[in-house]
């Protein structure tokens, strides 16, 4: 802008060559500008197929009613402290009288990967359930049986007992998506199933600090409360990740979500099919501190 403006001091021919420079780059640049992005006209094909292999996730669990709220500290002496005494002992003495179990329900998403009935989703969706249905698209339902779980990886499997085959996904290959790349998730945000969401690859090998494992895709497309454990497809209608986490200040998505990759996911989804557990390699390493005796038997000195 400096070098514009003073060669727009200078006199009339001056202003002229300017004038052309400016242009005659401008056209330049045009020329190797790259074509603009463009969308998927439509995922509606796609979708139309998908929809009925991914399932709501409905969870229960049975939890303890009481409510105890530690008394504040108080300094000895306070003129408060006989007050928040008498008001904490009554409390609790309330809270013991209505201690009542509670049942407390909440809601996540999966997919099918087997006919028979193999149903994948996150970890903490179903973590601590004491009853798990499964809610298809068509309305019917079905009680779950835990397969296995993994919490490192936060994937389970769960098995449903169908009167017919069921529609069925496939994986596809994580590893080579690229930044940039469409990707679709279907899943069942706020409780409204069947909602199909478009976005991209935001970045590949994300590390999110929730385990020794993370090697996140992190995708644009719309992830809620709701969507954990469903499928995030490429544009071949191929499972190539595991809607996993959010990062948002509200609740809801700013455009920063998570998966867990394919890559990532089908060994340890074989893993908990085959032993209902995943068996890791471990390394009998112990780490210590080089003393100068350790040093010297090692003739490290």
Excluded: C
């Amino acid at each position: 802008m400096t070098v514009l403006a003073s060669l727009g001091a200078k006199s009339g021919a001056t202003r002229r060559f300017a004038g052309a420079m400016v242009v005659g780059l401008g056209l330049v640049i045009a020329s190797q500008a790259p074509a603009s992005a463009r969308g998927p006209e439509s995922v509606a094909d796609i979708a139309e197929e998908l929809l009925d292999a991914v399932v709501n996730i409905s969870t229960s669990q049975t939890v303890s009613g009481s409510r105890n709220v530690p008394a504040p500290s108080m300094p000895d002496g306070s003129p408060f402290q006989d007050f928040f005494d008498e008001f904490f002992d009554q409390r609790q003495d309330e809270d013991r009288g209505s201690a009542r179990p509670r049942r407390v329900q909440s809601l996540g998403s999966g997919f099918v990967i087997d006919s028979s009935g193999v149903i994948i989703t996150n970890n903490h969706v179903i973590d601590g359930a004491d009853e798990i249905t499964v809610n298809f698209a068509d309305g019917s339902k079905l009680t779950a049986t835990l397969v296995g779980r993994d919490e490192k990886t936060d994937l389970a499997v769960l098995k449903v007992e169908p009167e017919e085959p069921l529609t069925a996904l496939e994986f596809g290959d994580s590893e080579v998506l690229r930044v940039g790349d469409w990707v679709m998730a279907i899943g069942n945000p706020f409780g409204l199933g069947g909602t199909v969401t478009v976005g991209i690859v935001s970045a590949r090998n994300r590390d999110i600090n929730s385990g020794p494992y993370d090697n996140f895709i992190q995708t644009d497309a719309s992830i809620n409360r709701g969507n954990s454990g469903g499928p995030l497809f490429d544009m071949e209608g191929r499972v190539i990740g595991i809607n996993t986490a959010i990062i948002s200040p509200t609740g809801g998505s700013i455009g920063i979500g998570f998966a867990v990759p394919s890559s990532t996911a089908v060994n340890v989804i074989q893993q908990l099919r085959d032993f209902g557990e995943t068996r890791r390699g471990w390394l009998g390493v112990r780490i210590q501190e080089v003393t100068d005796d350790i040093a010297e038997g090692l003739s490290m000195v």
